[in-house]
């Protein structure tokens, strides 16, 4: 917590004792979320701000990267998961938030580049912020599937998702350690099934 003054074992016994207490089978449906996405072939957007920004962009890289074997990166031939994290188009970001609202930075992009059957994968710490939650409100209602990954009491993420993962927690920096910690399982989760099945574009 910002202000407190805490030695590196107490941050390490609490980091340990928090990740004990997230739900085990919520963490396993986060990855049968991302294989289903790449088994049908679908499109995977990420969205969050600030620290949740940043971990949007983080899983969107190690997905994009990390679930095809490394002597297969030239394999034209091996299937990729699409993954599309929409903090990373900064231009397009300050367009929409300047000219419209910042609202819309989110939903924007997914009305020109979201289908039906695609999903999207939403950060948010507190739970609360009102793009991300303009971004899954459109995505549930156009036939996207949503997963939240949020903190604190959930906020209105929680209800407007369809699945997700919740850290209760009301310490902003331990949730998004916590965040991407488990993003990390996910990420190997997924490689390990993909490189199993065989399948190829």
Known sequence: MLGTTLDASAYLDRLRAELARIDAAALERWADFVFDVWSRGGTLFLAGNGGSAAAASHLSVD?????VATDRLRDESHRRLRVVSLTDNVPWITAVANDLDYEQVFVQQLMSAAASGDALIAFSGSGNSPNVL???????????????VTGFDGGRLKELQQDGVHVELDDMAMVESLHVSLFH?????????TQQTGRYA
């Open 63 to 67: 997905l994009g990267k990390g679930t």
């Open 134 to 148: 303009a971004a899954v409100d459109w995505a549930n209602r156009h036939g996207l599937r949503t997963f939240g």
């Open 185 to 193: 399982w996910v990420v190997d989760d997924v490689y390990a099934r």
